[in-house]
């Protein structure tokens, strides 16, 4: 059974005055669907500290938008993951779209990035997905299978157990054109395929256990009929994710497809 997730990607935004004011009303929202879904917010570095606090005991874990793939060292503006896991973090975003492109993060990088998390004992964050070119070339499968590839190469198959992957097409990213639900259907199925394919017969499903999520502008408007695909086990919401009315609604969409319907807890 793998149990939905929702989480936040605040990306490069964000003041200390901005999200107290965001957590305030964000936390109320989110603590009615804490039990029936997991719940993340990966703020920037620099913020950490400050919502973990606004976090308490809320059952809302913390996450960072990514870590380095070194111990400790001369590499100035880098966070180890074993400062982000005393930070208090619990996932790590590794391979964002925006770090393999932005900042040209090649996918061995990224692997050795995904090999650090795991090694603080944080879950990792996989983002996988591919350009407009890419896809309107037919090579949306290979390009996720080599980056999926690189990680299974770096740390073996089995390290999926304890990560998540995220389905993130560059094209939808902050564009407000969100794939339709026949194109994340089935890159998500591929992806599991390619899971199962990778693992030893005497292994776990683990293209059955993995979760796999999607990103990309999901809104309060399309995040239900994304989320009731079968093989959606959730999202990374990056615009959204700053509205505490929009986040909160995708929460509860995310809990209603899941098939857990209406207040499960208050605190
Ligand atoms: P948007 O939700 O703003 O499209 O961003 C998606 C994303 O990149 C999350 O990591």
């Known amino acids: 059974m793998r149990k939905p997730i929702l989480i936040g990607n605040w990306k490069m935004n964000g003041s200390l005055q901005a999200n107290q ?47 380095a793939g070194y111990v400790s060292g001369a590499y100035t503006g880098e966070n180890s993951a074993t400062m982000l896991q005393e930070m208090g973090c619990r996932y790590v975003i590794v391979g964002h779209s925006e770090r393999r492109v932005l900042f040209h993060e090649s996918s061995q990088e990224v692997a050795a990035r995904f090999r650090a998390v795991l090694s603080a004992g944080m879950t990792p964050i996989l983002c996988v997905g591919e350009s407009l070119t890419e896809r309107e070339s037919g090579l949306t499968s290979v390009v996720i299978e080599q980056q999926l590839q690189a990680v299974v190469d770096e740390v073996g198959i089995a390290a999926f157990a304890n990560a998540v992957v995220a389905y993130e097409p560059v094209w939808a990213i902050g564009t407000g054109q969100t794939a339709t639900p026949e194109q994340i259907s089935e890159v998500h199925q591929k992806i599991r395929k390619f899971v199962a394919g990778s693992a030893p017969e005497a292994s776990i499903d683990l293209g059955q256990e993995l979760r796999i999520v999607y990103g990309g502008s999901v809104k309060q408007a399309n995040a239900y009929d994304i989320f009731s695909l079968a093989d959606v086990d959730g999202g990374l919401i990056g615009g959204a994710s700053l509205h505490a009315d929009e986040f909160g609604a995708i929460a509860g969409a995310l809990a209603d497809a899941s098939g857990v319907t209406g207040e499960v807890s208050a605190i």
């Open 21 to 67: 004011a965001l957590m305030v009303r964000l936390l109320p929202r989110l603590r009615l669907f804490r039990r029936a879904i997991d719940l993340a917010i990966c703020p920037p570095s620099p913020y950490l500290f400050q919502v973990r606090d606004l976090l308490g005991y809320t059952g809302v874990m913390l996450g960072a938008q990514n870590a």
